[in-house]
Nanobody, 117 residues
Framework: QVQLVESGGGLVQAGGSLSLSCAAS????????MGWYRQAPGKQRELVAT???????NYADSVKGRFTISRDNTKNTVYLQMNSLKPEDTAVYYC???????????WGQGTQVTVSS
């Protein structure tokens, strides 16, 4: 079992910044990939950014150049730095980890990000 504890959500004005953190209960080297997804009201959950075990990063087109994913191996934590936030970034953000063996993935409880115009 893996626990993922997210923090850092909140309310911010458009153009502002927020940083999200996701701390895992075991070494992040046991995960093939870690990432962030989001779900806005009435919409499907979508990928925001991922970072794989080799450090490769992937971003949704809508956040490229504004969001940065990173990790701290010593703290088993993945971060999402969000700059130049827009109202359309408003959503519940979920941390996700992916494994090559079952159970293949875990999700965090989600943290609300609200961007006011």
């Amino acid at each position: 079992q893996v626990q993922l504890v997210e923090s850092g959500g909140g309310l911010v004005q458009a153009g502002g910044s927020l940083s999200l953190s996701c701390a895992a209960s075991r070494s992040i080297f046991s995960f093939n990939r870690m990432g962030w997804y989001r779900q806005a009201p009435g919409k499907q959950r979508e990928l925001v950014a991922t970072i794989d075990i080799g450090g490769g990063k992937n971003y949704a087109d809508s956040v490229k150049g504004r969001f940065t994913i990173s990790r701290d191996n010593t703290k088993n934590t993945v971060y999402l730095q969000m700059n130049s936030l827009k109202p359309e970034d408003t959503a519940v953000y979920y941390c996700n980890v992916n494994r090559l063996v079952a159970p293949f993935e875990y999700w965090g409880q989600g943290t609300q990000v609200t961007v006011s115009s």
